[in-house]
């Protein structure tokens, strides 16, 4: 009976291993550490495979495979090592401690039989007397040597390929899945569009319709009602425009142009002058401000957050709102900043979460998806979104937009 030995800290992971190989027929021993892996393969009866774990307390999975490939009397033994294959030097190092194979973690049992199989189909294939190799090479900025036999090279690079494959069929699967649940999306941003639309529609003109023509039959707590139901169904309505915004921004496809940021600032801004001509605010544009993004995505940004800039400064006696550009690290960065309300940053976590607000509405009008939105766009791009702010003291917006500081 072929016996083989897994070498697993984990004692869950190990009695899977034990009950997938048990069942294939195979005679399983089972070490917990690779001190005691190491003790049961130089002693008593053979093993033909060795399967390890590479991160264990003490001697690692490629120090087991290195002192076993050592060793006269156990180099021929396969070891197939155990990995999240997450780092490129996994790889590298596999192969100079001269392990066999690798298989991926998490891995299906089929998968892991059939890996099994084709490690003892080979070595039966194999003579006991193959030359070996001696290749010095440099990867990442570290030197090593490869002394593993050719076939165990091929077997290693071949395993490697195929967990590639097997990890780009997977993905491709969830890029179907994904696309799909976009179709769904799209269906359901269409059906509220016009299904939740069309009725709130008809709400809003017999309210209207309502107040005109039978006012004089209402007293004055039914057109209090009145005045709730409309302005309850303009907030739906809002509400419904941000969240079909929110759908639209993940779906549009990102094309980066050359973008004037200034030249965006200075039109939102006239914007919001002409809806509230009224409010006196002052605006800084700190010189010409660049970017390499989506023209339309750009937009959104800059429109919610000067919205909110506008809106959180309005009970402020000599309003200022600045723009710029700066530099965070590697990036190329912009913020937008006020003299407003300002928030306890004890809460800004919950400045990007949809539908939360740290002010009421009854101190200022929102749905809470517009800051959702601008986070949106900006992961779209790459970038990062972060605030600064201080209660009554204004608050600052930064991004960036996944482009170099030059």
């Not at 890996?115 to 189909?121: D, E, H, K, Y």
């Not at 200034?262 to 914007?271: H, Q």
Request: hydrophobic fraction near 40%; proline fraction near 3%; charge should be negative.
């Amino acid at each position: 009976m072929t016996r083989i030995l897994v070498v697993e800290d984990s004692a869950t992971q190990a009695k899977a291993l034990d009950l997938i190989l048990t069942s294939e027929g195979f005679e399983v021993d089972v070490a917990p550490d690779a001190e005691q892996g190491l003790g049961r393969i130089g002693g008593g009866k053979p093993f033909d495979l060795v399967i390890s774990d590479i991160l264990m307390p003490g001697m690692s999975g490629y120090e087991l495979c290195r002192k076993v490939k050592e060793n006269r009397a156990t180099k021929d033994i396969p070891v197939i090592l155990l990995t999240t294959l997450n780092d490129p030097l996994d790889i590298i190092q596999g192969l100079e401690s001269g392990a066999d194979n690798f298989i991926t973690k998490p891995y299906e049992a089929t998968y892991l039989v059939g890996r099994v199989n084709s490690m003892l189909a080979n070595r039966r294939l194999r003579s006991a007397g193959t030359l070996k190799v001696g290749v010095e090479i440099l990867f990442l900025g570290k030197r090593f040597t490869i002394t593993s036999e050719k076939e165990q090279i091929l077997d290693l690079l071949v395993s490697t390929f195929e967990d590639i494959v097997r990890t780009n069929r997977e993905l491709q699967a969830s890029q179907n899945a994904l696309a799909a649940a976009n179709r769904e999306l799209e269906a359901f941003s269409y059906s509220v569009s016009h299904d939740l639309q069309a009725p709130l529609r008809s709400i809003v003109g017999f309210s209207r319709a309502l107040a005109e023509d039978c006012a004089d039959r209402l007293d004055e707590r039914g057109v209090d009602y009145l005045g709730r139901i409309q302005g309850a169904v303009t907030r739906m309505g809002h509400l419904i425009d941000d969240l079909l915004g929110l759908a639209r921004v993940s779906r549009a496809e990102l094309k980066r142009v050359a973008v004037r940021v200034d030249d965006l600032v200075r039109n939102c801004a006239k914007d919001l002058e002409q809806r509230e001509p009224s409010r006196s605010v002052k605006w800084s544009i700190n010189g010409e401000i660049r970017a390499n993004a989506d023209l339309p995505l750009v937009k959104i940004v800059l429109e919610n957050l000067l919205a909110n800039a506008w809106k959180f400064t309005r009970k402020r006696a000599g309003a200022h709102i600045e723009v710029g550009q700066g530099q965070r690290g590697a990036e190329r960065s912009y913020y937008v900043r006020d003299n407003g309300a300002g928030f306890d940053m004890a809460h800004a976590d919950k400045l990007f979460a949809p539908f939360q607000r740290l002010h009421s509405a009854d101190e200022f009008e929102g749905t809470g998806v517009g800051l959702a939105t601008v986070q949106r766009i900006v992961h779209r791009h790459g970038g990062r979104i972060w605030a600064e702010s201080e209660p009554d003291h204004g608050a600052t917006f930064f991004f960036t937009l996944g482009e170099p500081s030059r």
